[in-house]
């Protein structure tokens, strides 16, 4: 077995066994007659276990937990259906079910810059387990975003999401609300928010630095300024803008939307404006530099 090949199979059965019961584990192992590696609470250390295969132990273990029944029949496909928007930006939300409403106002505000928020208090498909279609969706995430109020480090299907991404090497984040996440997690030093909307700000500013899709998100942005029906809605949307890198094409646009909207020419608007052109180095359009 090629060392690629070697290395695809080992990841996908972890992923895989990590959501079995141990008990499953264990008489998996033991039917081959295989060694288990224990992790110091005594339960199995599935990545350890996994890697002391040889390629042989390997395509024996793979051929049960993806190959036939014992009548020789080939298993049915487990559902792939998911839930994302085709063409969004892929993002997992952690969160406590107390807060499941917290979490889906962040994932509102997120739609609106082209992220899917999956949250799966509302988002999971009818007549399908409920493990399985959060493993299918974190398999296929891009990033996952940990909204840590209090509960969710007391809550066990939390813990297994940010285990998961850990392990898998899936880019994270995480809001302080106003807890942190444990262990591993908690190392880094993460910002808190106070509200679902700063929450879902501070996200969108990561993912855009994280993923390079300033552009993308700036697109969206720039849709809603166009169309803006109030200096208060204008002002909103503008300060999304601070803190992203606009191509010049965007700013040309940015120069239309600001000089055929007029809700974008109120005094919070001008002044956020201002902030924004001076820091890209741009002067403000209906300006003397402007046409100079």
Not at 10 to 38: C, G, M, N, Q
Not at 78 to 102: D, I, M
Not at 239 to 260: C, H, K, N, S
Request: proline residues 4%; negative net charge; charged residues 25%.
């Amino acid at each position: 077995m090629e060392n690629r090949e070697r290395f695809k199979l080992r990841t996908a059965l972890v992923d895989e066994l990590k959501y079995w019961p141990e008990d499953r584990t264990r008489i998996l192992f033991d039917s081959l007659k295989l060694s288990i590696v224990e992790s110091p609470d005594d339960t199995v250390a599935v990545e350890a276990s996994v890697v002391g295969l040889d390629d042989d132990q390997l395509l024996e273990v793979a051929e049960i937990v993806y190959g036939e029944n014992d009548d020789g029949t080939a298993q049915a496909e487990e559902p792939t259906e998911t839930v994302w928007e085709e063409g969004a930006f892929k993002l997992f939300l952690t969160h406590s079910a107390v807060h499941k409403r917290f979490a889906a106002e962040v994932a509102q505000h997120l739609e609106t810059k082209g992220i899917h928020g999956f949250v799966a208090h509302d988002t999971m498909v009818e007549d399908q387990e409920w493990a399985d279609q959060l493993q299918r969706h974190l398999k296929t995430m891009d990033a996952l975003a940990v909204l840590c109020h209090p509960e969710v480090n007391d809550s066990a299907w939390c813990q297994q999401e940010i285990g998961w991404v850990l392990g898998s090497g899936k880019p994270y984040y995480a809001v302080a609300i106003p807890a942190v996440p444990q262990a591993f997690a908690g190392l880094k030093q993460w910002k808190p928010a106070p509200d679902a909307k700063t929450a879902a700000e501070m996200i969108t500013q990561w993912i855009a630095r994280r993923f390079d899709l300033s552009e993308a998100i700036a697109d969206k942005i720039l849709d809603r300024l166009a169309n803006a029906v109030s200096y208060d809605g204008a002002w909103r949307t503008l300060l999304e803008l601070e803190g992203l890198t606009l191509t010049g094409q965007q700013l040309d646009r940015l120069d239309q939307i600001y000089l055929e909207n007029g809700q974008v020419q109120g005094r919070n608007p001008t002044s956020t404006i201002t902030r924004i052109y001076s820091r890209l180095g741009r002067p403000v359009p209906d300006t003397p530099e402007y046409f100079s």
